[in-house]
C-alpha cells in the first residue's frame, strides 16, 4: 500500500505538527521532520486509507488495536494541564493581592508562593508537549531563564563565592559593593573616579565575613535565634540580640583571616608613610544603598594597629544590635541576605566636621545645598547630641546663608593621645569662632554637586576638615527625600487653639496627632503607644524601633542631617527637632497635634489640620520584602500574548510565566480540539440509542458514561457538556436528511486535510462523541455538514470553552456563503468570538460559568438542528436575515452573561 513519491513542495499539518501536508492530498508518515528536504523520498499513503492502515489493524502484526490509548494519553495531560494552569493562576491572583499593601507576608511566602507558580508553569509546559508530541520542548527553556530570574529576585542568595579577604581602597569601585558592601565601595569610587579625596584605606570582605562565621560555627546558631522573632516584640529583640552579639565578640578570628588584616595595614602604614589610627567602620552589604541602615551598626574610631582585630569583630556584632535587628526585619530582609564588610580607614584627626546633603530634603527642588558642621569630630553630629551649625549654599548665586550658628555647641569630641575619642567642653577660642569658612564651605558644595552629577541622584555625605584645613569626605550615600507634595498651603497658625511650642526645625514634613510619651532613658521605649508623640532630649537611632508606630518626634536637640533624621524620614514621620524647650514644655500624656510643617506644636487636636495630614504611605511597601515581591511580578503577572491569531504568538514571544500559561492553556485547546481520525468502531466506542435520525458512537475516557452493558442510551450518560447539547438536539423538529450508503470512520476535523469535497462526503454519515465527565467533543455529520463542538464544564471559570467548527457542502457557493453568514451571526449574538474563512466558520466562547456553558450549548443543540441543510433554502439575502431574526427571537435569551475572568 504505501508509494514513494518526489516531494516538491512542503507544508505542516494544522492540526498536527507530527504530519504533512502535499498538495495532492497525501500524508507523509514520517515521526522526525527536521530533516525533510525538497526532493526527498518519503512513504505516503490516501489520507483514507491511512485512517483504515493506523486505526483498523496493527499493521506488524495483523491485530486488532486499542486505537483510544493515545487518545487517552492526550486527554489526561489536558486535564493535568488545566489543573496546573488553575493553580499556576491562582498563585498569580495570591500574589498580585499582596501588592494592594492590605496584607503582610513574609519571605517564606514569597518564596514558596513564586515557586508555586513557576513550578505549575513548568509542568504545563511538560503535558502540553505529551498533547502536541513535543513541538514545543523549546517552551522548557524559556520558563528555565524566567523562573531562574525570579529565584535570583526572591530566593536565598547564593553563598558567597570565595575571594581575598582585604582589597585596598585604590581597587575599589561602585561595581565591588557586593564584596566590600556601598559604603568603601563609593569610597574607592570617589577617589578613582572623581578625584575628590577622601582616607587612605583597606576593606575587609563580604567573604571575610562569611569565613569568620563558619569557622565558628555561627550561621545555624545566629538563624535559630534569628527565625521566630518578632519585630514588634522589643524584648524578644534586645535578648536575641544580646545572646548573638556575645557570641560574636567571644569567637576567633581564623589565622589567616587575622595576618590578612595585619598585613593589609602594614601595607597601610607604608602608603601613609607613619604609624597610623584608623577608623573601623561598618559597610553591611545592604547599607548605604537602597536602604539606608543610618546609624545602625558601629564606628569605632581611633583604634591602634594592635587594636583592630577586636575592633572588627565587635563591628561584626553590630549588625545584631537591637535597633538593627529591628531595621531589617522590618525592612523585610533576612539573616542570609545580610553580610559585613568593614572598612578600614586611616582616622582623620578632625578640626570640624558633619554632614552635608546635596539636595535639601524639605525642599529637593531648591538648587540649595545643606551643610551642618561642628567643631572636632563629627560623630556629635550624626548621632544628634549637639546642635550644629547649618548653612544653605545656592548653585546659583554661589554664595551662603547660615540657618543656624553654633553658639549653643558646649561640647566637642576629639581624638585622645591613648586612642578611643573623648567629648570635652569647648574652649573660649572655639566657641567663639565659626566651624568652618567661607572658602571651605564653598569647596563642600563644590564636592556635593561634584557627587550628585556623578551618581546621579541626590547625595547625603560625611565629611571632616583635618589639622591642615583640608576638607576630606568620609562618606557618601544615596539621600532618601520623601516625595510629597501638598494640595494647598498648610496655615501658618489656626486660631483659638493654644501654640505650646512655636520652634525647631523640621527634619520631615507633616502633621501628627497623639499623646506625648517623653523617652527618657532607652527602656522607656519598650511602652511607646501606638499613635504617640515621641519626646526626647536629643535625638537617637534607637529611635528606630518605635518608628512604625510614633505619629510624630519632637527633640530638644538635633540636626536634620543626623541619622535619625534620615530614618525619620524614612519611616516618613513628621518631626521637629533642634526645639530647645520642649521636653520642659511638653507633659508625659498629654495631647497634642504637631504641625511639622510651620513647626507648632498645638495643645488637644487640631481639627482643621486633619485635612493636611497626608496618611503614612504603608512603611511595608517600602521594604525589600515588599520591593522584591514588586520586582519578581513583573516576571510573572503581565501578560503579552493577546491574540492568538496574532503572528507574533509563539513561545519566543513569552517574556512573563502569565505568557507561557496563556500559551500552553491555547495551544493544548486548540490541540485537543484537532483530535483525528476516530473511527466508529474503535474499541470502547458505543453506539448511542437516541430519537434523533444520525449514529452517534460515544468514546468514554472517564467517568462519562455509567452503567451501560448491551444499550446505551442518553439516562447512562453523565458528561454535563453533552447533556446539555443533546437536550437541544432533542428538543427541535428536525427535517428529513439524505441518506448516503457509507460505513467506517469519522474524522472530526476534516478541514485540516486538502482532500476533495467527495471524498469528505465518503468519509463517514456517523457522529463521533469523545467524553468525560465535564468534557466533550462531538463531530456530527449531517449530510455534507461538518460540525465539531468542543466543551469544558467544570468548577473552575478558567477552565471552561466552548470551541467550534463548521464547513458546509452540497449547494452552491452563494448559498454556502449566505448558511456561513447566518451561523456566524448566530454565535456572534450568542457571544463567541468568530472567525469565518470561505464556507468555514470557527468560534470560541471561553470562560464562562459552568452553568453558562450549558445554557450556550443547549442552544447549540436546537442550532445544529436549525441549519442542518438550510443553505438549501437561502436563495437570497432576505431569507438569510429572516432565519436569523427567527432563531435569535425564539432561542437566545435577550441578555446573555457575559465573562468574570481573566487569563
Known amino acids: 500500500m504505501p508509494i514513494s513519491f518526489d516531494l516538491p513542495c512542503i507544508k505542516k499539518s494544522y492540526t498536527n505538527p507530527l504530519l504533512l501536508i502535499v498538495p495532492c492530498g497525501n500524508i507523509i508518515i514520517e515521526s522526525c521532520l527536521d530533516c525533510l528536504q525538497p526532493g526527498k523520498r518519503f512513504k505516503c499513503m490516501k489520507i483514507l486509507d491511512y485512517i483504515k492502515f493506523m486505526f483498523s489493524m496493527d499493521h506488524a502484526k495483523g491485530e486488532k488495536r486499542d486505537t483510544t490509548a493515545p487518545l487517552r494519553l492526550r486527554f489526561a495531560a489536558f486535564r493535568k494541564l488545566l489543573d496546573h494552569n488553575n493553580t499556576a493562576l491562582a498563585a498569580m491572583a495570591d500574589l498580585g ?30 503535558h502540553l508537549n505529551v498533547i502536541c508530541h513535543g513541538t514545543y520542548s523549546r517552551l522548557a527553556d524559556c520558563h528555565k531563564d524566567i523562573a531562574a530570574a525570579i529565584n535570583q529576585i526572591v530566593g536565598r542568595r547564593p553563598v558567597l563565592a570565595k575571594d581575598v579577604l582585604t582589597i585596598p581602597l585604590s581597587e575599589l569601585t561602585k561595581e565591588t559593593a557586593d564584596r566590600v558592601g556601598g559604603k568603601m565601595a563609593n569610597l574607592g569610587e570617589m577617589l578613582g573616579r572623581t578625584a575628590i579625596p577622601v582616607p587612605e584605606g583597606f576593606a575587609v570582605t563580604a567573604y571575610a565575613f562569611r569565613l569568620f562565621l563558619d569557622y565558628n560555627d555561627l550561621p545555624g546558631k545566629i538563624a535559630a535565634k534569628l527565625d521566630a522573632l518578632m519585630e514588634n516584640d522589643l524584648a524578644a529583640l534586645e535578648e536575641a540580640s544580646a545572646s548573638i552579639q556575645e557570641m560574636v565578640r567571644g569567637a576567633h578570628l581564623p589565622d589567616d583571616l ?28 545592604q547599607e548605604d544603598g537602597e536602604f539606608s541602615f543610618a546609624g545602625q551598626y558601629s564606628t569605632v574610631l581611633n583604634v591602634a594597629g594592635s587594636d583592630i582585630a577586636d575592633r572588627y569583630k565587635d563591628v561584626l556584632a553590630s549588625l545584631f544590635n537591637q535597633r538593627a535587628l529591628f531595621y531589617w526585619k522590618t525592612k523585610g530582609f533576612h539573616d542570609f541576605d545580610m553580610a559585613m564588610p568593614v572598612g578600614i580607614l586611616r582616622m582623620v584627626d578632625a578640626k570640624a566636621g558633619g554632614v552635608m546633603y546635596s539636595r535639601d530634603p524639605n525642599n529637593p527642588r531648591n538648587d540649595a545645598i545643606l551643610i551642618s558642621a561642628v567643631h572636632g569630630l563629627g560623630v556629635t553630629v550624626v548621632d544628634g547630641t549637639v546642635s550644629p551649625e547649618t548653612y544653605l549654599f545656592s548653585r546659583s548665586t554661589g554664595t551662603h546663608t547660615t540657618l543656624q550658628n553654633a553658639e549653643r555647641q558646649q561640647i566637642v569630641a576629639v581624638c585622645t593621645a591613648a586612642g578611643g575619642i573623648e567629648k570635652r567642653p569647648l574652649t573660649p577660642q572655639e566657641a567663639g569662632r565659626p566651624c568652618i569658612s567661607a572658602g571651605q564651605i564653598t569647596q563642600l558644595a563644590a564636592y556635593a554637586d561634584k557627587l550628585e552629577q556623578h551618581y546621579s541622584c541626590p547625595q547625603d555625605i560625611e565629611w571632616a576638615i583635618d589639622v591642615d584645613d583640608r576638607p576630606i569626605l568620609l562618606q557618601s550615600r544615596p539621600l532618601h527625600i520623601l516625595a510629597r507634595e501638598t494640595k494647598k498651603s498648610v496655615p501658618t497658625k489656626i486660631p483659638g487653639y493654644d501654640i505650646r511650642l512655636s520652634r525647631g526645625i523640621i527634619a520631615c514634613k507633616g502633621i501628627g496627632f497623639g499623646p506625648v510619651h517623653y523617652v527618657r532613658l532607652h527602656e522607656d521605649l519598650n511602652t511607646f503607644p501606638d499613635g504617640g508623640v515621641l519626646l526626647a532630649k536629643h535625638t537617637s537611632t534607637k529611635f528606630v ?25 524614612e519611616y516618613q514621620v513628621p518631626t521637629i527637632l533642634d526645639a530647645e524647650t520642649a521636653t520642659e514644655t511638653l507633659k508625659q500624656g498629654e495631647l497634642v497635634t504637631v504641625d511639622a510643617v510651620n513647626g507648632n506644636v498645638y495643645a488637644g487636636t487640631v481639627e482643621e489640620l486633619r485635612e493636611f495630614a497626608n496618611p503614612k504611605e504603608d512603611p511595608f511597601k517600602s521594604t525589600q520584602l515588599f520591593r522584591s515581591l514588586e520586582k519578581a511580578l513583573k516576571l510573572i503577572a503581565p501578560l503579552n500574548l493577546i491574540d492568538p ?44 440509542v437516541a430519537a434523533i435520525p444520525t449514529e452517534i458512537w460515544v468514546l468514554d475516557l472517564g467517568g462519562a458514561i455509567e452503567g451501560a452493558h448491551n444499550h446505551l442510551n442518553i ?12 437536550k437541544g438536539l432533542t428538543s427541535m423538529r428536525w427535517p428529513e436528511a439524505k441518506q448516503f450508503d457509507v460505513s467506517g470512520f469519522m474524522g472530526a476535523i476534516a478541514h485540516t486535510a486538502t482532500t476533495s469535497e467527495e471524498q469528505l462526503r465518503r468519509a463517514a454519515e456517523k457522529s463521533f462523541a469523545i467524553l468525560t465527565d465535564e468534557y466533550m467533543t462531538f463531530a456530527v455529520r449531517l449530510g455534507y455538514h461538518l460540525s465539531t463542538i468542543e466543551a469544558f464544564a467544570g468548577e473552575s471559570i478558567n477552565d471552561n470553552y466552548i470551541r467550534f467548527f463548521f464547513k458546509g457542502g ?70 438569510t436575515n429572516g432565519y436569523i431574526a427567527q432563531f435569535i427571537k425564539q432561542h437566545i435569551p435577550i441578555k446573555t452573561p457575559v465573562s468574570t475572568a481573566s487569563h
Open 258 to 285: 587575622a595576618e590578612a588584616i595585619a598585613a593589609a595595614y602594614r601595607c597601610l602604614e607604608q602608603l601613609v608613610g607613619r604609624p597610623v589610627t584608623v577608623s573601623v567602620r561598618s559597610s553591611a552589604l
Open 645 to 688: 491569531e496574532d503572528p507574533g504568538f509563539s513561545p519566543e514571544a513569552c517574556r512573563t510565566l502569565h505568557d507561557i500559561t496563556r500559551f500552553c492553556h491555547e495551544i493544548a485547546v486548540r490541540e485537543l480540539f484537532n483530535i483525528e481520525f476516530i473511527s466508529a468502531d474503535d474499541v470502547g466506542s458505543q453506539k448511542l
Open 545 to 569: 524601633t518605635v518608628m512604625d508606630r510614633a505619629s510624630a518626634i519632637i527633640t530638644d536637640v538635633g540636626s536634620t542631617t543626623g541619622h535619625m533624621a534620615s530614618l525619620a524620614r
Open 97 to 126: 493581592e499582596k501588592l494592594t499593601g492590605d496584607y503582610l507576608f513574609d519571605r517564606r511566602y514569597v518564596e514558596t508562593k513564586t515557586a508555586e507558580v513557576a513550578d505549575n508553569v513548568g509542568a504545563m509546559i511538560e
Open 810 to 879: 452540497g449547494a452552491a457557493i452563494d448559498r454556502r456563503l449566505r448558511r456561513v453568514r447566518l451561523i456566524a451571526e448566530i454565535l456572534k449574538h450568542m457571544d463567541f468570538n468568530v472567525k469565518t474563512t470561505d464556507d468555514v466558520v470557527e468560534a470560541t466562547l471561553m470562560k464562562y460559568k459552568k452553568e453558562t456553558i450549558q445554557e450556550k450549548l443547549e442552544i447549540m443543540g436546537k442550532f445544529t438542528v436549525f441549519t442542518k441543510q438550510l443553505d438549501m433554502v437561502m436563495y437570497n439575502d432576505a431569507i
Open 715 to 726: 439516562d447512562h450518560v453523565r458528561c454535563l457538556p453533552f447533556l446539555a447539547l443533546f
